[in-house]
């Protein structure tokens, strides 16, 4: 720890009770804190956290627990963004800071993770494995990529028009169109996707 400025470190002792609180969804205790942090000593251990409440990422219960705040989940998003096409010159510049969480879910009552199992959406950049992030309402639009109940049974597919019926069109060739022989209910409309690289 730096004599002239002991909060140089912060930004470290953050990400490892951010770490922390992935693994275990608590801040632990300040003896806890000395081994997670790397520190013999419980004051600093208690200047580090009054540092890091002071800067907004934690924040006290009534009685006097810690808890994350908003900003402790935030994550930087880089000023510059990836091209997927030629290369182009390096930018090591940060930008600003979001929560994943607020970046895809606009309604939280309404909104639900669903699995995606099959690649008959995979032109449509939606694999087999994928979390779907579905708005639940019963009200989509001609284009929206939809999960929708047809004739008892869940499907994630675009909503289409054809001869004035609704269909659910496939983002995969080998797929056929889904002409509903019975009901067709929108279940909710997909506005996100999560995909976890290995």
Known sequence: MSDSDPSARDAEYLAKLQDYYASWKSIPSYAALC?????????????????????GFLERTPDAMLIPTRDFFARPLAESSVPAGMPVTVSATQGDYFVIDEMLIEKPSTTT?????????IDAGIHNGDIAVVEKRNIASIGDIVVAIVDNEFTLKTLDKER????????NPAYPVIRPQGSLEIFGVLVGLIRKYK
């Open 113 to 121: 993770l669903v699995p995606v199992k099959g690649d008959s959406m």
């Open 164 to 171: 004035g019926q609704y269909i659910l069109r496939p983002a």
């Open 35 to 55: 081994e997670v942090f790397g520190i013999a000593s419980k004051s600093w251990v208690k200047a580090i956290l009054d540092r890091l409440v002071k800067a």
